[in-house]
């Protein structure tokens, strides 16, 4: 949740202006739905958020439509596109949720916004420069006391970490199979290219050829498998013409905007390089899967307050991104 210092005036107040029928007309599991639609922006994604049948979610945004005079959301490409009125909608909904849950669980033991305090966090570079940036500029606002320190993830070394409380919560790509670890998955994401821009092999779209024959910077696996990208290649017997073997993400746009190499990298990390270099994202020429970022803690953290407050909001702002 991401409502910590709302003011809970201001949040009804904003509640009413755009719901001006009578709220006990309306079913508020209809919300529920919508919040979770808008945030997956797909219907059978929001059903398994939810646990519930895609019919059900179905049903219930049609209802939802009826009661609103407005069709929320629109079948596209990228999935369900949510309308102007959609778009207004969806933070006075998610903040009228997250009070509603508060009100529920009652008090929390924790006083963020006094406590002094430092969580470590263990996390790769993808964890390090995608999600942590916004959740801590967010925790300096309302919990200024609160201290974020980031630690390399390395390996198997997590689980002991975890366990020997060195550090409390990590981001991983892979999920523990030790009982005493909770994970969850926080997100998912895929793949996209990079080169940079006006790069002379590019034309409107990157062919599988032109992949195939560019040159390319990797990261370095940990040998838990192979890249994504590998095994995708693999399957059709062919592979990559690697020039460059990187430790980290970081590195790769800086290589790539100088040069003729290219780099595959997760879509989030891509989009977020774009912004900020030279560079072009390209859709990978070839069916990839998604994968699965994981929030893992020890089951020795589940009396900790202070960390059940931190973990439920970092969860909150991941399922956001």
């Known amino acids: 949740m991401y409502l910590a210092n709302l003011d809970t005036e201001w949040g009804v107040f904003q509640f009413e202006i755009y719901f001006p029928m009578n709220l006990r007309t309306l079913d508020l599991n209809l919300l529920r739905v919508f919040d979770a639609v808008f945030t997956e922006r797909s219907m059978s994604k929001a059903a ?45 909904v998610r903040q009228a949720l997250a009070l509603i849950e508060r009100g529920l669980e009652g008090e929390s033991d924790f006083d963020y916004a006094h406590a002094d305090r430092e969580f470590v966090v263990a996390v790769e570079d993808y964890g390090e420069s995608v999600i942590l940036p916004s959740f801590i500029d967010w925790l300096s606002q309302v919990a200024p006391g609160l201290r974020v320190r ?43 290219a990079i080169t940079r821009r006006h790069h002379p092999q590019m034309t409107e779209r990157l062919t599988l050829e032109t992949y195939l024959d560019l040159h390319h910077v990797v990261r370095a696996h940990d040998g838990k498998s192979r890249p994504m990208i590998d095994l995708a290649l693999a399957k059709r017997g062919l592979s990559r013409r690697i020039s460059a073997t ?76």
């Open 48 to 92: 398994d958020r939810l646990h519930l049948s895609q019919p059900t979610v179905s049903n219930a945004m049609a209802r939802l439509r009826e009661k609103l005079g407005d069709p929320l959301f629109e079948r596209s490409s990228s999935g369900m596109t949510p309308t102007s009125r959609a778009k207004l909608l969806a933070e006075p």
């Open 150 to 192: 980031i630690s390399p993830s390395v390996g198997t070394q997590i689980l002991s970490d975890l366990r020997e409380g060195r550090v409390d919560l990590a981001l991983d790509y892979f999920p523990s199979q030790d009982p005493s670890v909770h994970q969850v998955c926080v997100l998912t994401d895929t793949l996209l």
């Open 246 to 321: 990187v430790p980290h993400f970081l590195s790769m746009p800086l290589m790539v905007q100088t040069s003729q190499l290219i780099a595959t990298l997760p879509r989030r990390m891509a989009l977020l390089y774009a912004d900020n270099f030279p560079l072009q994202t390209h859709t990978v020429p070839l069916r990839v899967p998604t994968f699965p970022v994981y929030l893992l803690w020890h089951s020795h953290a589940d009396h900790d307050a202070g960390l059940n407050w931190f973990r439920q909001h970092l969860i909150e702002l991941c399922r956001r991104l």
